[in-house]
C-alpha cells in the first residue's frame, strides 16, 4: 500500500496519521485532496457505526484505502451523553464553548466521585475489496466543576486527569499525545495493521 485516505478535514488529526504511516512509506491524504468525497451524515448509533459509514462511502467513492474516525465523550452521570452527538451537543454549528456550558448544566450538583467519564476514539478502515476494520480506544477521567486550561479543543478544558491533577487541556500537547483516546487507538492499529492490510478485518 502506497496511500492511504484520512476522511477528515482536520490538519492536526492528519498530522498524528501521517507520523504513524510514515513509517510504513505509505502517504497519507485527506479529504482536502480530494473535493468530490462524499460528505456521509452520522446516523450511527455508535462511534464504530459513524467510523465505518465514513470509511467505507469515502472508499467506494474513492476506490483507495480510507480511514475514518468517530469518538466523543461519555458520561456515566448522563447515561452516556453526550456520546455520538459531543460535536453538536448544544446544537448544530459545534460550538466547543456551547457544548461545555451544557454539560456543566446537566451536572450541576453532582458530586465529583460521580462525575466518571471517558473519551472514546473509533477508527475504521476501509480497503478496497477487504473487510472493514475498526479499532477502539478510551481514556478515562472525570468531568471537572468548570473548564481549566488553555490547550486542546472540545471537551478538553473540563476532562479531568487525577492521576496528573490536571485536565486535559492543562497538559503539553506532547503529553497529550501519548495518553488520548486517539493515541491509544493509533497505537492498536499500528500493532494490527498487517493483519488488516492482509484482510482479516480484525476488529476490537
Not at 446516523?43 to 468517530?70: C, H, M, Q
Amino acid at each position: 500500500m502506497k496511500e492511504i485516505v484520512i476522511a477528515t478535514k482536520n490538519a492536526g488529526k492528519v498530522r498524528e496519521f501521517a507520523a504513524l504511516f510514515a513509517k510504513r512509506g505509505v502517504e497519507v491524504k485527506s479529504l482536502l485532496d480530494f473535493p468530490d468525497a462524499p460528505d456521509v451524515a452520522e446516523t450511527g448509533s455508535t462511534f464504530a457505526d459513524n467510523a465505518v459509514l465514513k470509511a467505507e462511502a469515502a472508499s467506494r467513492r474513492l476506490k483507495r484505502p480510507v480511514i475514518a474516525d468517530d469518538s466523543g465523550l461519555v458520561v456515566d452521570a448522563l447515561g452516556g451523553r453526550p456520546g455520538v452527538h459531543s460535536a453538536r451537543y448544544a446544537g448544530e454549528d459545534k460550538n466547543d464553548a456551547r457544548n461545555i456550558a451544557k454539560l456543566l448544566r446537566e451536572l450541576d450538583g453532582v458530586p465529583m466521585e460521580q462525575r466518571t467519564a471517558r473519551f472514546h476514539c473509533a477508527l475504521a478502515v476501509a480497503i478496497p475489496g477487504r473487510p472493514t476494520a475498526v479499532v477502539e480506544a478510551t481514556c478515562d477521567g472525570y468531568i471537572a466543576e468548570a473548564p481549566r486550561g488553555e490547550g486542546g479543543f472540545g471537551y478538553d478544558p473540563v476532562f479531568y486527569l487525577p492521576e496528573r491533577g490536571k485536565t486535559m487541556a492543562e497538559l503539553a500537547p506532547e503529553e497529550k499525545n501519548q495518553i488520548s483516546h486517539r493515541a491509544k487507538a493509533l497505537t492498536k492499529l499500528d500493532e494490527q495493521w498487517e493483519e488488516i492490510v492482509g484482510g482479516k478485518g480484525r476488529t476490537e
